[in-house]
């Protein structure tokens, strides 16, 4: 079982207001990510980093912002929430080193009003 | 960058039958090649992986085969139950320059049922 959190698991929010998708893990990973999911399954990287002050936007084009602060927390905020930022968000963490094992957190589906 | 495609989008066998979904990748360099599978309400989980210095990796129903010329990989799961439901997603991906990063990139995904 990976040790990777993300609150909360369903969100319904109306349109222009502020939210924060948490995300922490206890596995002392470098290595943070996350993705967009479509309903159509398919994955898509929006942000990543590679440790404490590293920050990296993904293939995505996102109007989201993360930060890492520390090893553990990679919280991703919208300023102001659109229908159009309806989706599944999911985080996950690797470690550091070659290409490893990515372990995802069971996602947040939000939902914009 | 990197383009990895998938095929089929979705995919029906019957129980007891196997299943075989494929990925091709754009990017010689890629050299590390996962597979996961996410299960309803729940994030991907790694099931096999392959690195490209092999050609074929077995984990019980499990297999993956690589072929590095034509750059495509394959998931082989056989004896299908129906607790295999679910989302298959491949990955590519290289080794970053500093050694330490390395971005999947994933496939568009395989709904996978076994039917009774």
């Known amino acids: 079982e990976a040790d990777i959190y993300q609150t909360p698991r369903y969100l319904v929010i109306g349109t222009g207001k502020k939210i924060t998708l948490e995300c922490s893990q206890t596995?002392?990973?470098?290595?943070m990510y996350w993705y967009q999911q479509d309903p159509g399954m398919e994955l898509h990287l929006i942000h990543y980093?590679?440790?404490?002050?590293?920050?990296e936007k993904g293939d995505l084009s996102s109007e989201s912002t993360v930060s890492r602060i520390r090893t553990e927390h990679f919280p991703l905020t919208l300023e102001s929430a659109r229908p159009s930022h309806t989706s599944q968000y999911l985080c996950a963490s690797s470690e550091w080193g070659g290409n490893t094992e990515a372990f995802f957190g069971q996602g947040t589906r939000l939902t914009v009003v | 960058g990197e383009n990895v495609e998938q095929h089929p989008s979705t995919l029906s066998v019957q129980e007891g039958d196997s299943a075989v979904i494929k990925c091709t990748y754009s990017?010689?360099?890629?050299?590390?090649f996962p597979w996961y599978k996410q299960e309803l309400g729940k994030g991907p989980q790694l099931i096999i992986d392959?690195?490209?210095?092999?050609g074929e990796k077995k984990d019980q129903r499990i297999a993956v085969t690589l072929n590095k010329t034509a750059k495509h990989f394959s998931l082989h799961i056989t004896e299908t139950q129906p607790e295999d439901s679910a989302v298959y997603f491949c990955a590519a991906s290289m080794r970053g320059l500093t050694g330490g990063g390395n971005k999947l990139t994933f496939g568009t995904g395989t709904q996978l049922k076994v039917e009774l």
């Open positions: 392959i690195r490209s210095n092999v």
């Open positions: 980093s590679y440790g404490v002050n590293s920050t």
């Open positions: 596995m002392g990973h470098d290595k």
């Open positions: 990017d010689s360099a890629s050299n590390y």
